[in-house]
């Protein structure tokens, strides 16, 4: 017997339409590429949005096609989003710090016909647009007066395609299941890969997102959306804040600590969420400065694992929660998120903290499991640790274009690519990407451990740790420094401050330190480009 419910497609467009009757005047406010703050709000992002619908199909654009997006956090890459998904073109995120060739591959993989572009990112595709065929047009978002004198190919300003447009113009009335986003993951090993989110995976996500025991995103907060609309889905948020009706704040280009902490204090932000490295730059900037963070009170970090030391000062000095979680471009992103639960709430601080600083439980969308070498499920005991494996609605069942083939087991379980253990209160530990595990003498050691243990260092910046040969054990760690502006410290000063906090067997063979470490495009530390620059060193144990 079938239920008696109305069949009620959940298409993305329904958002920002909620968005429009429910809480128009919310703000959304903008850092712009000048570094300018402008204001509008969902109502206008709407009424903006359906315009831009109607212009892109006057100029051919229709269901299904993909077009680019090269774009800082800001309302006008808000409202090309809704504009295309309205009627079901795909948004295709760019980052900007993509290699060439990674450019050229992808833009050319997705058959992006159109790409929208911030001012800053000019020049960059005035560089590679003959590398780029299919684009068959360029937009700049930006006003009539700041409109550059570009070769780009068919170039138009925003506000002018937006005034090609009108109100007539239908919006959804189509399958749930259509692609709605495109978001390709920056793949160490061959071509980066495309992630394709529907209407459906991107609204259940955004439904997660705004329950209590995921972001509880809600209309009462005001936040502060630093994690690139580039990187992973935006971590939901660009659905999530209008279905909810939460004030938005775009930082543009600017993500310093000095400018991250202007955006948080003067809009009265409560709630952001960036990787770890933003909260760096703020934590420097504030102990510097001795501002404090009156309105904010709850920061989600992911992305890579949140050190200690980020959220002990954060709870203790400045009596901001950390929520940590973590994800990837695969599953929408968010897989689990680490919250206080009652049989943690009592602990003392330092125990619960080891909770806390686990990746989390996953909520009700993602169902997750670890399992060893031969597939077989390993149990949730918080000490076994194995390949951790994902299954949802919202989480890939393949890539664009078929590339990398059939990427779930028999069940539907994806790999994750991640080694992580399962506690029997189902927070879930990574131990390491797969990868970047160190094997010593037949057991793992975990690089994220080490790194965050090394973070506590007080003249530590910036540390990352990699595997090296060695003849007797396989592989011993390597630690790699980088010391704050100003600070000095010695390899023994590192193993000394290591010493009661990690397995003894655990310490690194050696501690090198260097001017800067290298991040991949997403701003994660790429152990790739380290482990080549590292591929001649002799660790001194050898
Ligand atoms: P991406 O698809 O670029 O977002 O990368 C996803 C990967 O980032 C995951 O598979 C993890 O290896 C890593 N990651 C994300 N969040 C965390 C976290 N909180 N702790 C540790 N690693 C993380």
């Given at each position: 017997m079938q239920g008696l419910m109305q069949d009620w497609q959940l298409t993305c467009d329904k958002i920002i339409a909620h968005a429009k009757t429910n809480h128009p005047q919310r703000e959304i406010v903008s850092?712009?590429?000048?570094?300018?703050?402008?204001?509008?709000?969902?109502?206008?992002?709407?009424?903006?949005?359906?315009?831009?619908?109607?212009?892109?199909?006057?100029?051919?654009?229709?269901?299904?096609?993909?077009?680019?997006?090269?774009?800082?956090?800001?309302?006008?890459?808000?409202?090309?989003?809704?504009?295309?998904?309205?009627?079901?073109?795909?948004?295709?995120?760019?980052?900007?710090r993509l290699f060439p060739q990674q450019l050229h591959y992808i833009v050319g993989h997705a058959q992006d016909r159109m790409i929208f572009v911030d001012l800053s990112f000019v020049p960059?595709?005035?560089?590679?647009?003959?590398?780029?065929?299919?684009?068959?047009?360029?937009?700049?978002l930006c006003d009539r007066a700041q409109m550059p004198d570009t070769n780009l190919r068919h170039a138009v300003c925003y506000e002018d395609l937006i005034d090609?447009?009108?109100?007539?113009?239908?919006?959804?009335g189509f399958d749930e299941n259509t692609a709605c986003g495109l978001c390709y993951t920056s793949g160490t090993t061959g071509n980066p890969k495309g992630v394709l989110y529907s209407h459906r995976s991107n609204t259940l996500m955004s439904l997660t997102c705004t329950s209590g025991g995921a972001m509880n995103i809600r209309g009462m907060d005001t936040c502060l959306m630093v994690v690139p609309m580039f990187h992973a889905n935006a971590w939901?948020?660009?659905?999530?804040?209008?279905?909810?009706?939460?004030?938005?704040?775009?930082?543009?280009?600017?993500?310093?600590?000095?400018?991250?902490?202007?955006?948080?204090?003067?809009?009265?932000?409560?709630?952001?969420?960036?990787?770890?490295t933003v909260w760096l730059m703020l934590l420097n900037y504030l102990e510097e400065t001795g501002a404090k963070l009156p309105h904010l009170n709850r920061v989600i970090i992911g992305g890579s694992a949140c050190p200690r030391a980020i959220m002990e000062k954060f709870d203790k000095d400045y009596g901001v929660q950390v929520i940590h979680a973590w994800g990837m471009t695969e599953t929408s992103p968010i897989g689990t998120v680490s919250h206080i639960e009652p049989e943690i709430a009592d602990l003392p601080y330092d125990e619960q903290l080891s909770y806390r600083l686990k990746q989390g439980r996953s909520p009700f969308v993602?169902?997750?499991?670890?399992s060893d070498d031969d597939g077989k499920d390993l149990p949730r005991d918080g000490k076994?640790?194995?390949?951790?494996?994902?299954?949802?609605?919202?989480?890939?069942?393949?890539?664009?274009?078929?590339?990398?083939?059939?990427?779930?087991?028999?069940?539907?379980?994806?790999?994750?690519?991640?080694?992580?253990?399962?506690?029997?209160?189902?927070?879930?530990?990574?131990?390491?990407?797969?990868?970047?595990?160190?094997?010593?003498?037949?057991?793992?050691i975990s690089s994220i451990?080490?790194?965050?243990?090394?973070?506590?260092?007080?003249?530590?910046?910036?540390?990352?740790v990699i595997g090296l040969p060695h003849?007797?054990?396989?592989?011993?760690?390597?630690?790699?420094?980088?010391?704050?502006?100003?600070?000095?410290?010695?390899?023994?000063?590192?193993?000394?401050?290591?010493?009661?906090?990690?397995?003894?067997?655990?310490?690194?063979?050696?501690?090198?330190?260097?001017?800067?470490?290298?991040?991949?495009?997403?701003?994660?530390?790429?152990?790739?480009?380290?482990?080549?620059?590292?591929?001649?060193?002799?660790?001194?144990?050898?």
């Open positions: 850092r712009q590429v000048d570094g300018s703050i402008t204001r509008t709000n969902y109502g206008a992002v709407y009424d903006r949005a359906r315009k831009l619908s109607s212009a892109l199909q006057k100029r051919g654009i229709v269901f299904g096609d993909r077009i680019g997006t090269m774009a800082w956090n800001n309302a006008r890459h808000l409202e090309t989003w809704y504009g295309l998904i309205g009627i079901g073109a795909i948004y295709h995120t760019l980052n900007p960059i595709l005035e560089a590679h647009q003959a590398a780029l065929p299919s684009v068959e047009c360029f937009v700049v090609e447009g009108d109100d007539d113009v239908v919006w959804g939901a948020l660009s659905f999530a804040a209008p279905m909810a009706g939460m004030k938005l704040v775009m930082p543009g280009p600017m993500m310093d600590g000095k400018s991250i902490f202007e955006l948080l204090d003067g809009e009265k932000c409560t709630v952001s969420a960036a990787v770890p993602v169902e997750m499991k670890i076994a640790f194995g390949a951790l494996k994902v299954r949802g609605p919202a989480i890939s069942n393949g890539y664009f274009g078929g590339e990398g083939g059939n990427v779930l087991d028999d069940e539907g379980w994806f790999d994750t690519g991640d080694v992580a253990s399962i506690d029997p209160l189902g927070y879930m530990q990574i131990t390491d990407r797969s990868k970047d595990v160190i094997k010593s003498g037949g057991e793992w451990d080490l790194e965050n243990a090394a973070m506590g260092h007080p003249a530590a910046a910036e540390c990352a003849p007797k054990w396989d592989e011993r760690p390597l630690l790699i420094v980088v010391l704050k502006d100003g600070m000095s410290a010695s390899a023994q000063d590192f193993t000394d401050y290591l010493a009661d906090k990690i397995a003894k067997w655990w310490m690194p063979d050696d501690v090198v330190f260097v001017g800067e470490i290298p991040h991949g495009p997403t701003g994660k530390v790429s152990k790739l480009d380290l482990r080549e620059q590292f591929k001649d060193y002799v660790l001194p144990t050898i």
